[in-house]
């Protein structure tokens, strides 16, 4: 076996393993919320190119920092499956499929949808910080970008995919994910790619709790034997 070989079997094999498995038993079956949260996307994707669901779409799923909180944080779980206009579709519903699926059949479905909704609202809430900071201020904004219309499911993916590959000790990865975002930001420098690092901040403290529960519940068992002590 090559050294490439061994590697990838190292980072990815724990995945494999828990994907593979469902996938061969069930199939398409196995994604009926990615495939659900793909077909809104879709679905919306066409709503908003029409003359009559622009006003709409952005009526119930645009954000942006300049907005009430109470409407921001209303509008945030439907602004994941609103795709910028700006981009291709395809690629937003690409991710969706690979990165929500991968994430549906190792976390299941209310975590999948915990962890996206953590990294959209911490890009969001970061917006609205970083516009009150400004420009000069460290992690600022501009104002303008306050006007800025957030929406997507980039920092969703970006935050499942830091998650899952903790989770499986896919640590390269994970790395690798951090880093391309990073590299975004230094060469834009733009909302998006900022926003994308306020996610991966919010998914790395999940991280650390998550990590630190597990330890406290080895120590717990490890050491509650439920017998007790013996008498010298």
């Not at 990838?8 to 995945?15: F, V």
């Not at 709503?47 to 945030?76: C, H, K, M």
């Not at 991710?95 to 999948?112: P, Y």
């Amino acid at each position: 076996m090559s050294t490439f070989a061994r590697w990838a079997r190292t980072e990815w094999g724990p995945l494999y393993v828990a994907v593979r498995g469902p996938l061969l038993r069930k199939r398409w079956r196995a994604l009926p919320m990615t495939l659900g949260v793909v077909c809104l996307t879709a679905l919306v994707q066409f709503t908003q190119n029409q003359s009559w669901g622009y006003r709409f779409v952005q009526n119930i799923g645009a954000v942006r920092a300049e907005d009430p909180l109470w409407l921001a944080l209303l509008r945030t779980p439907l602004s994941l499956v609103v795709p910028a206009p700006d981009l291709p579709v395809w690629g937003a519903l690409a991710q969706i499929l690979v990165v929500f699926g991968l994430a549906e059949i190792c976390l299941g479905r209310w975590r999948t949808l915990a962890v996206a909704y953590v990294a959209t609202l911490a890009g969001t809430l970061y917006a609205r910080v970083g516009v009150a900071v400004g420009p000069a201020g460290f992690l600022g904004l501009p104002g303008t970008d306050a006007q800025v219309v957030d929406t997507g499911p980039s920092a969703a993916v970006v935050g499942l995919a830091v998650y899952l590959g903790w989770r499986y000790r896919a640590y390269v990865t994970a790395s690798a994910v951090i880093v391309a975002m990073v590299v975004e930001v230094i060469l834009k420098n733009n909302l998006a790619g900022k926003e994308h690092l306020a996610a991966i901040v919010a998914v790395l403290v999940l991280c650390g709790v998550s990590e630190m529960r597990q330890r406290r519940t080895g120590d717990l068992a490890g050491s509650g034997s439920g017998l007790p002590p013996i008498q010298s």
